[in-house]
């Protein structure tokens, strides 16, 4: 199941973006006093009260448009992302105070029977609103937040209030034995093929079209008392090719997949070379710390000699030097070459995000790593590791404490990585750290 959507929406400059970055805890969104700044929607996978939920920002709500083609597509997409979310935070201002399209917002929201919260920014003052806030229950007569965007005043009890709506059957359902992969790549590489050589049977529409999938399709295969869900997505294309508002609405649900699975198959075409969107696509599945795997499908099309693999493979690990940990795996989607050693690989991967390794373990090897290549030293300062331990998996993620951080060089993190990788694997999967100081 996938996480359930909250919608930020409201007039062009009433400080949605100011406040979904407050909500994330990273400036994610375009932030500036030019109307209209935010026009696709950015969204976001955050928790609040232990619940996760994709936040978005949408652009601004303009109704009456038609003399500005732009600002009309951009009430048109916030519409998409208002029709699709689970609840809607409807945000408005308290220095413009209620206008006119604060009215038709609110009516229209109404009609959607979703939940919706009402909240008035820029009340930065602590205590009691300005006498002004109380003019916006006209709008809703249910509660109604004073909220800082900036300041953080009252968006606790705002979440607090969202959260409370959100359903138990709508949150991510973990299991032992379920494993969620999401199949993404450029459009027309055999993504819907590769699926449904796995189920067996042409559940998905194949078609040399690009974009013939619209959205993300799941898919429940059950293999030695394992559930491998596939979620077969939309082809990912560079921005600019982007123009259908319903293809844009499919990017979204592909990179959602992403955020939602626990492995991504990259799916190549053998006979054509990565290009700048793999690796665009390669680098958010490392950001979001999934295990990665890359599919060349359509390898029975190719002519081979005894270097072609390895050739093949060479220039596949400079393109994705950046994920240096990526396992990969050449198949056919149409005659069924290794798909059976597709799921062997897929099981390796998700066991490799789930390893831990013990405290004991860890720093063996930080003695070992630390004796063979010395910490660095800057302006004299020398780094001191005192302990390393694991908190958390998928991704695995360690916690180094140190004298100073400013000293811990991204090539020395490089070092201890590959020293972890040589004696204990991860394979396939990102490696996380967190250096803390301990300065006693």
């Known amino acids: 199941m996938s996480v359930p959507i909250v919608a930020i929406v409201g007039r062009a400059n009433v ?12 400036k994610l969104s375009i932030v500036d006093d030019f109307k209209g700044v935010t026009r696709d929607g950015v969204f976001s996978i955050t928790d609040w009260n232990g619940k996760n939920f994709m936040l978005v920002d949408t652009g601004g709500f303009e109704p009456k448009t038609d003399e500005d083609q732009i600002l009309t597509k951009v009430t048109t997409k916030t519409k998409e992302y208002i029709n699709i979310a689970s609840v809607i935070i409807f945000v408005t201002n308290i220095r413009d105070g209620v206008v006119s399209v604060d009215i038709e917002l609110a009516d229209f929201l109404k009609k959607t029977k979703k939940p919706v919260f009402l909240c008035v920014n820029q009340c930065d003052s602590i205590g009691d ?17 004073a909220i800082s965007a900036v300041h953080g005043h009252g968006i606790g009890d705002l979440l607090d209030s969202v959260v409370k709506t959100i359903k138990n059957d709508e949150m991510l359902e973990e ?31 194949v078609s040399d079209i690009a974009g013939t999938t619209r959205d993300s399709i799941d898919v429940t ?29 499919s990017v979204l649900r592909s990179l959602m997949a992403i ?24 680098g958010f599945i490392k950001e979001k710390g999934k295990g990665m795997i890359v599919a060349i499908n359509k ?34 989607a149409k005659t069924g070459q290794r798909l059976t050693n597709l799921y062997d690989l897929i099981k390796k991967v ?13 720093n063996d090897l930080l003695s070992y790593s630390i004796a ?27 916690v180094i404490f140190v004298n100073d951080r400013e000293l811990f060089h991204f090539s020395y993190k490089r070092y201890l990585e590959n020293q972890i990788r040589k004696e204990h694997g991860f394979k396939g999967v990102p490696i996380r750290f967190i250096i803390r100081e301990n300065k006693k």
Not at 221 to 227: H, L, Q, S, V
Not at 300 to 327: A, G, M
């Open 15 to 26: 400080g949605k973006s100011t406040l979904f970055n407050k909500i994330i805890g990273k």
């Open 129 to 145: 609103p300005p006498v002004e806030f109380y003019e916006f229950f006209n709008l809703f007569h249910e509660e109604i937040f």
């Open 175 to 205: 299991s032992e034995n379920r494993i969620k992969i999401a199949i993404v790549g450029k459009p027309n590489v055999g993504k819907s093929s590769l699926v449904n050589a796995l189920l067996g049977k042409e559940r998905l529409i």
């Open 221 to 249: 295969i059950k293999k030695n008392d394992i559930e491998y869900v596939f979620v077969d997505t939309a082809g990912v294309r560079k921005k600019s090719k982007v123009k259908e508002n319903v293809e844009k609405y």
């Open 259 to 282: 955020e939602n699975s626990d492995i991504a198959i990259l799916v190549l075409d053998s006979e054509i070379k990565a290009v700048e969107q793999d690796l665009k696509i390669a």
């Open 299 to 332: 390898w029975d099309l190719i002519e081979k000699n005894n270097d072609t693999t390895k050739e093949y493979v060479k220039e596949l690990k400079t393109n994705f030097s950046f994920v240096p940990y990526f396992e990969h795996i050449f198949i056919s």
């Open 350 to 362: 998700d066991c490799e995000s789930k390893k831990r390794l013990t405290t004991g373990m860890l």
């Open 372 to 398: 063979k290549t010395q910490t660095p030293s800057i302006k004299g300062k020398k780094l001191k590791i005192f302990y390393m331990t694991q908190v958390s998996i998928k991704p695995p993620t360690f």
